[in-house]
Nanobody, 119 residues
């Protein structure tokens, strides 16, 4: 079945770095743009970043620009999120999501990986 599995989250101090990974299976990976979305109790769902299907076009929410980098490996069917200069406000569950080619909906989600930024 179509599946996305996130990994790489954990506890990190402010200013630290983490790299998240999302492994995809069950579909033609390079047919889809991929996204990272995060969720907190206060803000709910917040879009973080997207990468086009070839990996050459990327976009970021304003608060992540200059700190986060999204990339993908279409051979390994994996999308990454490199997070640097982490802040406490970045604490959230981070989800990998596939964007449907016809509706534009995020039609497939992973289970998420917890990122906690705290001293």
């Amino acid at each position: 079945e179509v599946q996305l599995v996130e990994s790489g989250g954990g506890l990190v101090q402010p200013g630290g770095s983490l790299r998240l990974s999302c492994s995809a299976s069950g579909f033609t990976f390079d047919d889809y743009a991929m996204n990272w979305v995060r969720q907190t109790p206060g803000k709910g769902l917040e879009w973080v970043s997207s990468v086009g299907r070839k990996g050459d076009i990327t976009a970021y929410a304003d608060s992540m620009k200059g700190r986060f980098t999204i990339s993908r490996d279409n051979v390994k069917n994996t999308v990454f999120l490199q997070m640097n200069s982490l802040k406490s406000e970045d604490s959230a569950v981070y989800y990998c999501a596939r964007r449907g080619s016809t509706t534009g909906d995020f039609d497939t989600w992973g289970q998420g990986t917890q990122v906690t930024v705290s001293s």
